[in-house]
């Protein structure tokens, strides 16, 4: 008996390089000027000139699409660039937007300072109130933004109600999917346009490569492409070698970081109900009481690798637990194979004000735990002798 099934009578084993090349190459030659002139006004889609397009990013993207079941996918420089080129490469001036209110700091930035300069309406919607989607609905829209699991407190959006109230109204949907790649959440799947990632976090999975990538039909993707072709944000070769590298253990990495995750987060809750840490709350999808449970069941083949609590007095308390923190790391960014502790309050929401924050479900004491491969019982006794007594 075979362990891992019966091989397939069609299966080939590998023959020449097990690691793709890495082209570096900004420029190829051509043989005559109607190549170069076919290439020029993309009749032609062959090597010409890396703004465009190169193989590395090319093999990137395909695994990309495979992984979301998407027709295609294009690849940025970073998730910032990618919304950047989804935003403005299917909004026109005089369109309107919509956009949660349960949405990454960046995007919050990009939506509020710079898209009113360009002539396109910005609305606020609550994901978690269906009916504020379809009153936002009621006036045409050309995009629609969600993000799920939300950014810190791991809320859980009903992307298929999304999905479905906005096919309706002939809106577009992307939904920013970076905290659920497949295989946790195949967006696509639940009736979505488009989904984004910032490949910075888990498809990258080692903190050493910034990247973004968006999928979906190649209809939406073509003047995405275009956008990114026009402004060069394109993904650099050696950034697209490392995230091919990486897409080989993205599921045996995210298996293992949301089996530790699950379990952080039920010893967290655990020590808290038994008083046995300052913890107010824990915050993780597939915990009994988490209020989006049931849709994250649904929708989620697993909680996914970030769990958040709210320190009990606030962010000085929280801040003092972070300071106290041995074997856990103090950054920003998640998804490495390092677990990393962040405070919004700082970092992701720290634009916004102490209210703002409030209104996204906020708390001042929230830190939110990007968990790693340590073991759960080692990052757990992390955070309990960090918040115990001095």
């Known amino acids: 008996m075979y362990p891992y099934g019966t091989p397939d009578p069609h299966d080939r084993a590998p023959d020449g390089p097990l690691s793709s090349p890495l082209f570096r190459a900004t420029t190829s030659a051509s043989p005559d000027a109607e190549t170069v002139r076919a290439l020029g006004v993309r009749e032609r889609h062959d090597e010409f000139y890396s703004r465009y397009g190169h193989p590395n990013a090319r093999a990137f993207e395909s695994s990309i699409a495979a992984l979301e079941g998407a027709e295609g996918a294009v690849s940025f420089a970073s998730g910032m660039a990618a919304m950047h080129a989804v935003l403005c490469g299917l909004v ?56 799920t699991p939300v950014n810190p407190t791991l809320r859980v959006v009903d992307l298929q109600a999304v999905a479905a109230a906005c096919r309706e109204a002939g809106t577009t949907t992307l939904v920013d999917a970076t905290f659920a790649p497949p295989p946790v959440q195949r ?81 967290l809750l655990s020590a808290a109900e038994a008083g046995d840490a300052p913890i107010d709350a824990v915050h993780y999808p597939f915990l009994v009481g988490h209020p989006d449970a049931v849709v994250a069941r649904r929708q989620m083949a697993g909680g996914g690798a970030l769990c958040s609590f709210e320190v009990r007095g606030g962010l000085d308390a929280a801040i003092r637990m972070f300071d106290r923190l041995r074997l856990v790391a103090r950054a920003p960014s998640l998804g490495g194979v390092e677990s990393l502790a962040s405070l919004p309050a700082h970092s992701t929401h720290a634009s916004l004000t102490p209210e703002e924050r409030a209104a996204r479900g906020i708390a001042p004491g929230l830190v939110r735990i990007s968990v790693g491969l340590e073991g759960a019982d080692r990052i757990v006794a992390d955070l309990l002798q960090a918040l115990g007594p001095a």
């Open 92 to 147: 026109s001036q005089g369109e309107r937007v919509l956009i949660a209110e349960q949405v990454y700091g960046g995007t919050v930035g990009l939506a509020t300072a710079d898209l009113p300069r360009f002539g396109i309406e910005v609305e606020w919607f609550d994901a978690f109130d269906p009916r504020a989607l379809h009153a936002a609905l009621s006036r045409p829209a050309r995009l629609c933004v969600v993000e």
């Open 187 to 267: 967006s696509l799947d639940h009736g979505v346009d488009l989904v984004l990632h910032s490949a910075t976090k888990f498809l990258g999975g080692h903190s050493d490569v910034l990247a973004g990538v968006v999928a979906g039909p190649h209809r939406l993707l073509r003047p995405i492409e275009a956008f990114r072709a026009r402004s060069g944000g394109i993904l650099a070769p050696d950034s697209a070698w490392l995230l091919c590298r990486s897409a080989a253990t993205l599921a045996l990495r995210l298996a293992a970081q949301q089996e530790s995750a699950a379990a952080v987060a039920a010893q």
